[in-house]
T-cell receptor
Framework: AQKITQTQPGMFVQEKEAVTLDCTYD???????LFWYKQPSSGEMIFLIY??????QNATEGRYSLNFQKARKSANLVISASQLGDSAMYFC??????????FGSGTRLSIRP | SAVISQKPSRDICQRGTSLTIQCQVD?????MFWYRQQPGQSLTLIAT?????????ESGFVIDKFPISRPNLTFSTLTVSNMSPEDSSIYLC????????????FGPGTRLTVT
């Protein structure tokens, strides 16, 4: 069975600083994917970034990058130059062989001005 | 990417009644998913809705309580039947593009309150 673990229930970061949100996963599937989503207070789920298990390079999307360490089964999200609008819940997720996505418990990120 | 709309955006319902939530996608997709997010919690998958076959339900969710329709590749409905206050949640529709391992997008959600 798939499992996602996010150990940081909440984080406070000063504006313009970089922040790393931790995510570890457990899977027995040789092929899998890892996702990060942002959920602001409005409730919408915003897709941020995706990493495939066979991708050679770490995924990047603008200020977001995914620090993928396959041997350690970690897929941390790095946000560079944080902004006040980055304050939200962040969910790490993985998809299983049945093509369904399993979510972690989330990390609430708060950016201080 | 995919643009997903859901109706209604929110509703307040009395216990014992049923509510049908609609999900519309702007492109044809093979797989659609329904999630529930209880207050302060993460997302929990209810079922996978595939066009042309019965929905596949996750442990703890049954068809009698959450019947799903998928009449075509751009539309699905989820019904929450015989509601109780414990059903108060946000219900989200989601689609996966690009096949297995592709990007997954979510609708804006339906905020349901059962009194």
């Amino acid at each position: 069975a798939q499992k996602i673990t996010q150990t940081q229930p909440g984080m406070f970061v000063q504006e313009k600083e970089a922040v790393t949100l931790d995510c570890t996963y457990d899977t027995s599937d040789p092929s899998y994917g890892l996702f990060w989503y942002k959920q602001p207070s409005s409730g919408e789920m915003i897709f941020l970034i995706y990493q495939g298990s066979y991708d050679q390079q770490n995924a990047t999307e603008g200020r977001y990058s995914l620090n993928f360490q396959k041997a350690r089964k970690s897929a941390n999200l790095v946000i560079s130059a944080s902004q006040l609008g980055d304050s939200a819940m962040y969910f790490c997720a993985t998809y299983s062989s049945a093509s369904k996505i399993i979510f972690g418990s989330g990390t609430r990120l708060s950016i201080r001005p | 990417s995919a643009v997903i709309s859901q109706k209604p955006s929110r509703d307040i319902c009395q216990r014992g009644t049923s509510l049908t939530i609609q999900c519309q996608v702007d492109s044809q997709v093979t797989m659609m998913f329904w999630y529930r997010q209880q207050p302060g919690q993460s997302l929990t998958l209810i079922a996978t809705a595939n066009q042309g076959s019965e929905a596949t339900y996750e442990s703890g969710f049954v068809i009698d309580k959450f019947p799903i329709s998928r009449p075509n590749l751009t539309f699905s409905t989820l019904t929450v039947s015989n509601m109780s206050p414990e059903d108060s949640s946000i219900y989200l529709c989601s689609v996966m593009t690009g096949g297995t391992g592709g990007e997954q997008y979510f609708g804006p959600g339906t905020r349901l309150t059962v009194t």
